[in-house]
Nanobody, 127 residues
């Protein structure tokens, strides 16, 4: 059974940084691309970033480019989201997710392409 457990969220001020972690278990972590999504109050869940199996390729939503960095450590079965220069509009519950396709070579930005999800971690950025 696949489990994804996020951590690292919290309350910060605008301009601060946070690093989210997502620990995975249950299937071969290095065989799957990983993604981060977020959901703000009253809004739909949206794509934030994705990373390839090796970590060599990444994809970002436009509003976080240059501020957020996704990375992974396959020896620790963990994916990270480093968030710098945080803004109040980054306030949301952040979810990590695992691609539904093994050995995929395409990074995906839609929820339907991911079949396992964590429980989410709250990030609140005050102005």
């Amino acid at each position: 059974q696949v489990q994804l457990v996020e951590s690292g969220g919290g309350l910060v001020q605008a301009g601060d940084s946070l690093r989210l972690s997502c620990a995975a278990s249950g299937r071969t972590f290095s065989a799957y691309n990983m993604g981060w999504f977020r959901q703000a109050p009253g809004k739909e869940r949206e794509f934030v970033a994705a990373i390839s199996r090796s970590g060599g390729t990444t994809l970002y939503e436009d509003s976080v480019k240059g501020r957020f960095t996704i990375s992974r450590d396959n020896t620790k079965n963990t994916v990270y989201l480093q968030m710098n220069s945080l803004k109040p509009e980054d306030t949301a519950v952040y979810y990590c997710a695992e691609d539904s396709s093994i050995f995929s070579t395409i990074l995906k930005a839609t929820m339907i392409e991911y079949d396992y999800w964590g429980q989410g971690t709250q990030v609140t950025v005050s102005s």
